[in-house]
């Protein structure tokens, strides 16, 4: 029996699954709080140029392994370079993508301790003060930090296990438009509110002075961690989509709305954060911290916190989704694992590292490598390691590697490829990414 592998259903489809990817904790948590550290208007304009010149190239090269070849990861780099180790480039992303998606999950079982703590009433009522040691109290909770976790992980590998078309697509295409709108309904409030125009200033006037070196490393790391670059996550997507798709415009798509969920976050969150006199520049802590004191200030509190946290929740279930299709894809192809079993290793392998990060917080707070918590020290060698070598690598492969016809034939829109596409793509590849990607990891390894 011939063994038919699976697509995307439909082209919207695609792109619903491709934007939930790029759409995560990192659009709506990290990102508000970058800018609000970084001069807010100058980081944003540098994000914007990182995403068109490192962001949209980097993800046509993957978009390029993945579609040319309709295969996993490995399987992709044997068929475009036979002969060549290259393709143990796999076990690099197949490693980045289980350490992303165990961090990246203690954050999510957060999301949804604060959301059944907003849905019973709990998290209301503290004096802003108070949020700091609700946080501090709750993730200090061994038992709770990694029930949560767990919890998630499971939700994640049921949907993991539905497959392609009924699981990935199948979720993205009800939660991104749910997203969309969620976020829209906030941020039409928040610019009712009395004063906001003061945090539509904080966020879009530029400080270049508050910006500085830092801040452009930050936005370049941004534009990486935010369209999900370097282990392999839209190889596996775009090995899923039609051969007539139209990549270019598909990729720029996905980068503009995400890039659009990030700013709208921003006019979300520091519109309200100004309005009742809280403090922008709290960092990580913004959304855990400062925004539940704010929503109980607005009228309808009780719905804002419970909204705020279910649109979190979409958006960082779907980045997982995407993390744990480049194992689940690179099992059943290469091992030849039913998609069930596939799911059920990844799941077991990120559950365990996962749960090591949720108690990286209370009973392993000891444990600590550099100076880092394990939590810490995945979270730095997934954004570093694992997402900066991994677009260096697949864009110096794309640029300098690859045969110029697979680049051409893909970059093709009803036979056709344009010159100046092909160019752009080209260059930037070649020489942008590589370089700037460098200066990211002597600025990482010297600072
Ligand atoms: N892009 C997601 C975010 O912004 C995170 C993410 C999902 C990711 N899949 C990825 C990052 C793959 C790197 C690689 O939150």
């Not at 695609?14 to 001069?39: C, D, K, T």
């Not at 009522?125 to 061994?142: I, L, Q």
């Not at 954004?383 to 640029?399: E, Q, R």
Request: a neutral charge; aromatic letters at 14%.
């Amino acid at each position: 029996m011939k063994n038919i592998r699976a697509s995307f259903g439909t082209r919207m489809g695609a792109i619903a699954a491709s934007v939930g990817s790029a759409v995560g904790l990192g659009n709506i948590w990290r990102f508000p709080y970058q800018a609000g550290e970084n001069g807010g208007g100058a980081y944003i304009l540098v994000y914007l140029l990182c995403v068109v010149l490192l962001g949209i190239p980097v993800i046509m090269s993957e978009f390029i392994i993945g579609r040319s070849t309709h295969k996993n990861i490995q399987g992709a780099l044997r068929q475009l370079s036979p002969g060549s180790k290259i393709h143990y480039f796999a076990y690099f992303c197949v490693l980045g993508a289980i350490v992303i998606c165990s961090f990246y999950s203690v954050v999510c079982g957060w999301v949804i301790e604060y959301l059944y703590q907003a849905a019973t009433g709990a998290l209301a009522g503290h004096g802003s003060e108070d949020y700091g040691r609700f946080f501090a109290d709750f993730v200090g909770s061994p038992v709770r930090c990694v029930l949560w976790t767990i919890l998630f992980l499971c939700i994640n590998f049921a949907v993991m296990t539905l497959g392609v078309r009924r699981g990935v697509e199948g979720v993205s295409r009800v939660m991104m438009p749910l997203l969309f709108v969620i976020l829209i309904v906030f941020c039409a409030n928040s610019l009712m509110l009395p004063g906001s125009h003061k945090g539509l200033d904080f966020l879009f006037s530029p400080n270049f002075k508050a910006l500085g070196w830092e801040g452009v490393v930050d936005a370049m790391g941004q534009a990486f961690m935010s369209l999900s670059l370097g282990v392999a996550a839209l190889v596996t997507f775009s090995s899923y989509f039609s051969d007539d798709t139209p990549l270019m415009k598909d990729a720029v798509t996905i980068a503009s709305l995400d890039s659009l969920v990030a700013l709208l976050a921003g006019v979300l969150i520091f519109p309200a954060v100004f309005s009742f006199g809280f403090e922008p520049t709290a960092g990580p802590k913004l959304v855990f911290e400062v925004l539940p004191a704010v929503f109980y200030q607005m009228p309808g509190g009780y719905w804002w916190a419970i909204l705020f946290f279910l649109l979190l929740f979409f958006a960082s279930l779907t980045s997982t989704i995407s993390l744990s299709e480049i194992p689940i894809t690179f099992l059943t192809e290469e091992f030849k694992m039913s998609r069930g079993l596939a799911t059920l290793c990844c799941a077991v392998v990120v559950i365990a590292i996962a749960t090591l990060c949720a108690l990286s917080f209370n009973v392993l707070s000891d444990v600590t490598v550099a100076g880092m918590n394990i939590f810490s020290l995945l979270d730095f060698v997934g954004s570093n390691v694992f997402m900066l070598l991994g677009g260096l690598f697949t864009a110096i492969y794309v640029g300098w590697f690859l045969r110029k016809k697979v680049i051409k034939d893909q970059l093709a829109v009803k036979g056709r490829t344009s010159s100046l596409t092909y160019n752009y793509v080209l260059v930037c590849l070649r020489y942008v990414a590589p370089v700037a990607i460098l200066i990211i990891l002597y600025y990482y390894v010297t600072a």
